[in-house]
């Protein structure tokens, strides 16, 4: 993919996650929706490709301003990688050669790769998780499991063994990928996967749409070192 | 204390992607109405407590409109900042707030008084809740409140959020 492609994807990605994001907040506080409406419009100028530099400085306004609402972010780790695509996306446009602007969006496409490979690392570093056992403990009694059902799943020791170990070895070898476009795109497909799962079972969307908005930066990236090596 | 929103950009910028490292303590939330604000809670409810099983179907439609779940992850967040600074007052008041809000929401809204809750001669008139941590002890759970929130009036909701289990 080339850098023109990759970057224009990206803020159509970007903009239907925003636009998704925002949309919840609707029906909420009349506080909330004097920031997610604006923020909802904006997300659609994105997508149409109008005034993007300028669309993309309101944009990072706007989610300062949330920040501030909710003094941190409202979802944590997708609110967080949607601010890091946000000021990525930001200086790409504003940077002032060409090289800069790749910098900029390389960091970002770095970003993605350490999200699953440190992930992995701090997890295969913890004997709870190289046991199973605190994947266990999330389905027993963290806040995540959307239903009393999937509490059970806590009861297949092996199943989350299984499932630890799996999560574990992806999260670790992801940065491999790198090595041919094919592995690079059977990787993010897993990825996707792993993010719609974690979505079903602990309603995580948001981190769905984000994450896959980060995947075009990769695509590029690939590529990039593949020309530069 | 109130955070600068550039304070708050940093670990955006500089992420720690530490996702799931150790598994903490979970928070539940419990709330309780009251009749006056010196009232002692006896009776304490789970605030949104999970379906007992969610369809497939329902799974799928929450990728796109997901908004009481977001919210509640939000709420356990809140929970969380209150459970890391429970010595520090000025340092959870917006999370105590914001809870509070959003449970008041839950019962005026989704019209959680019962005709006993409004009865004229001791209606319930305030709100307080608490929180629950549950932690891995060795092989058992152990559960334990750390904290109990001020007794704040029911105020009249503006918010329709509507019910989506």
């Known amino acids: 993919m080339n850098f023109d492609d990759a970057i224009r994807l990206t803020e159509i990605l970007l903009g239907f996650a925003f636009a998704q994001q925002s949309i919840e907040h609707f029906s909420s506080f009349a506080n909330e929706r004097l920031l997610f409406i604006p923020r909802w419009i904006l997300a659609a100028l994105l997508i ?18 949330i920040l501030y609402r909710f003094q941190g972010p409202y979802n944590g780790g997708s609110d967080r990688m949607s601010l890091l695509i946000l000021c990525c996306l930001c200086l790409v446009h504003f940077a002032p050669t060409l090289r800069w602007q790749e910098m ?29 056992r605190a994947l266990r403990d999330v389905f027993q009694f963290s806040a995540y499991p959307v239903s009393e059902q999937l509490r059970e799943w806590s009861k297949a020791p092996w199943l989350l063994f299984v499932m630890s170990w799996s999560v574990i070895l992806f999260e670790l070898i992801f940065p491999f990928a790198l090595l041919s476009s094919t592995s690079l ?18 309603g995580l969307n948001r981190f769905f749409w984000i994450w896959i908005t980060a995947y075009p930066s990769l695509l590029w990236f690939q590529l ?4 530069v090596s | 204390m109130i955070y600068n929103p550039f304070k708050l950009l940093l670990p955006a910028l500089l992420p720690s992607w530490n996702f799931f490292d150790v598994i903490a303590p979970s928070p539940r939330i419990e709330f309780a ?16 407590p999970r379906p007992a099983q969610l369809p497939l179907s329902k799974m799928l439609s929450r990728m796109f409109w997901n908004p009481r779940w977001n919210e509640t992850l939000y709420v356990i967040s809140c929970a969380e900042r209150i459970m890391e600074n429970t010595s520090q007052n000025n340092l959870y008041s917006h999370s105590e707030n914001e809870i509070l809000n959003r449970i008041m929401n839950d019962i005026v809204c989704n019209k959680m ?31 334990e409140v750390v904290f109990q929130s001020r007794i704040t009036p029911l105020s009249v909701c503006t918010l329709p959020m509507g019910d989506d289990t």
């Open chain 1, 48 to 65: 149409a490709g109008f005034h993007t530099s300028w669309v993309l400085l309101l944009l990072l306004i706007i989610s300062l301003a």
């Open chain 1, 104 to 132: 900029a969006f390389g960091y970002l496409a770095l970003q993605l790769i350490l999200s699953y490979f440190i992930s992995g690392w701090v997890k295969v570093k913890n004997p709870q998780w190289r046991n199973g």
């Open chain 1, 224 to 227: 990039r070192i593949i020309a």
């Open chain 1, 185 to 202: 795109y059977i990787a993010l497909v897993i990825a996707a996967l792993f993010h719609f799962t974690n979505a079903c079972l602990f």
């Open chain 2, 33 to 48: 109405l009251l009749h006056s604000e010196n009232d002692t809670s006896t009776q304490w409810q789970e605030f949104r």
């Open chain 2, 113 to 143: 008084l019962t005709e006993n809750h409004k009865a004229q001669d001791n209606p319930t008139t305030h709100l307080q809740f608490r929180l629950l941590v549950i932690q891995r002890k060795g092989l058992e759970l152990i559960q």
